[in-house]
């Protein structure tokens, strides 16, 4: 879910002018920042305007148990379930009278019978909502809003945003601030520091 939008990116300094910074530009950075907030905190924070958890449908292997682990398609378990809207096993949906326990890992526990195992694999089917907040905290919009604006700029600059020049008595140098190691995700150490205050785990599909 974006965690911004295209009228207050326009009101930041520098990206008013839509003949520089087009309206298609502008909604991709917002995108990229959401998934680059949700990928490295490994979960979502709900709905900008209306707060609502994210939905999700995922297709799995049956455990054979009373439980299972939900996860997207790449494997990734999806943190904080919040809601159950339905779950089909071998291809039938749950009768009336099941119920589930939703922990924060993403598992779910049947309060009868169990998720059948399936030879074949990816025969139960869930679908639901998870997140960690249903709707972004300040600080969440604030990253959002800095790594949309910073994508926008570096669209435009002939300068490498991460290029850093010093100079000293004993000549110039040219450093690079990098990006993309454990623990920054980002090339602002700023968003870094709430990036990583809001990391729960890996990311809700």
Same mark, same amino acid.
Request: glycine share 10%; proline share 5%; with cysteine.
């Given at each position: 879910?974006?965690?911004?939008?295209?009228?207050?990116?326009?009101?930041?300094?520098?990206?008013?002018?839509?003949?520089?910074?087009?309206?298609?530009?502008?909604?991709?950075?917002?995108?990229?920042?959401?998934?680059?907030?949700?990928?490295?905190?490994?979960?979502?924070?709900?709905d900008l305007?209306?707060?609502?958890?994210?939905?999700?449908?995922?297709?799995?292997?049956?455990?054979?148990?009373?439980?299972?682990?939900?996860r997207t398609?790449? /494997? $990734?378990? %999806?943190? &904080?379930?919040r809601t159950? *809207?339905? #779950?089909?096993?071998?291809?039938?949906?749950? /009768? $009336?009278? %099941?119920? &589930?326990?939703?922990?924060? *890992?993403? #598992?779910?526990?049947?309060?009868?019978?169990?998720?059948?195992?399936?030879?074949?694999?990816?025969?139960?089917?869930?679908?639901?909502?998870?997140?960690?907040?249903?709707?972004?905290?300040?600080?969440?919009?604030?990253?959002?809003?800095?790594?949309?604006?910073?994508?926008?700029?570096?669209?435009?600059?002939?300068?490498?945003?991460?290029?850093?020049?010093?100079?000293?008595?004993?000549?110039?140098?040219?450093?690079?601030?990098?990006?993309?190691?454990?623990?920054?995700?980002?090339?602002?150490?700023?968003?870094?520091?709430?990036?990583?205050?809001?990391?729960?785990?890996?990311?809700?599909?």
């Amino acid at each position: 879910m974006p965690y911004t939008t295209r009228a207050e990116m326009r009101a930041l300094n520098g990206l008013g002018d839509s003949a520089v910074f087009s309206d298609a530009d502008i909604d991709a950075a917002i995108l990229i920042a959401g998934e680059t907030i949700d990928d490295y905190c490994g979960t979502s924070f709900g709905d900008l305007t209306t707060p609502a958890y994210e939905s999700f449908t995922c297709t799995i292997d049956g455990s054979g148990r009373d439980r299972v682990t939900l996860r997207t398609d790449a /494997g $990734v378990n %999806i943190m &904080y379930p919040r809601t159950i *809207t339905s #779950v089909t096993i071998d291809g039938v949906a749950d /009768g $009336v009278g %099941i119920t &589930y326990v939703l922990r924060p *890992t993403g #598992v779910i526990v049947r309060n009868t019978g169990t998720f059948t195992y399936d030879d074949e694999g990816r025969n139960i089917v869930v679908a639901g909502t998870a997140g960690f907040t249903d709707e972004p905290s300040e600080s969440i919009k604030w990253a959002a809003r800095s790594l949309a604006r910073f994508w926008l700029l570096s669209l435009q600059s002939r300068v490498p945003e991460r290029a850093l020049q010093l100079t000293t008595s004993d000549g110039s140098f040219e450093m690079r601030a990098q990006a993309g190691a454990p623990g920054r995700p980002s090339p602002m150490p700023d968003v870094n520091a709430v990036l990583n205050r809001n990391r729960h785990g890996l990311r809700v599909g």
